[in-house]
């Protein structure tokens, strides 16, 4: 709900309290509708491979996120994560910051980024 003072102090208020995000959508509609991509790695700036895993990407929009465990192979969760975005590909390599914590999905449906995605095989 969204209420204004108009005229008075130019304040609004957004009240989003009650109101529950299902999920983050993909920005071309809808749930992402995720493919396998071949497998990653997640690598620091400077080399360092923090990650060697699945790849996965949106038909849609292209995001790419390459994860440590693959639902295509029957695993609730992906674990440690990062997305991107790119094209189709075998291989395809994130760089991130020296230092970047990686996020981690211990389950599939347990925030609403995973919510809005289809596993599409």
Known sequence: ???SNEGKDNTVTIDISEELVKYL???LGGKHNMRGNGSG???EKKGKVL???HCFRCDKCGMIMIGQYSPFQGSNKVGRYHTGSGP???YTVIIVAK???LPVNNRL???NFFKGIVWTA
């Open 41 to 43: 790695d997640i690598r």
């Open 51 to 53: 990650l060697k895993g």
């Open 25 to 27: 959508p993909c920005p």
């Open 88 to 90: 189709v590909a075998n």
């Open 1 to 3: 709900m969204c209420s």
């Open 109 to 111: 449906n347990e925030d």
């Open 99 to 101: 230092g970047t914590k």
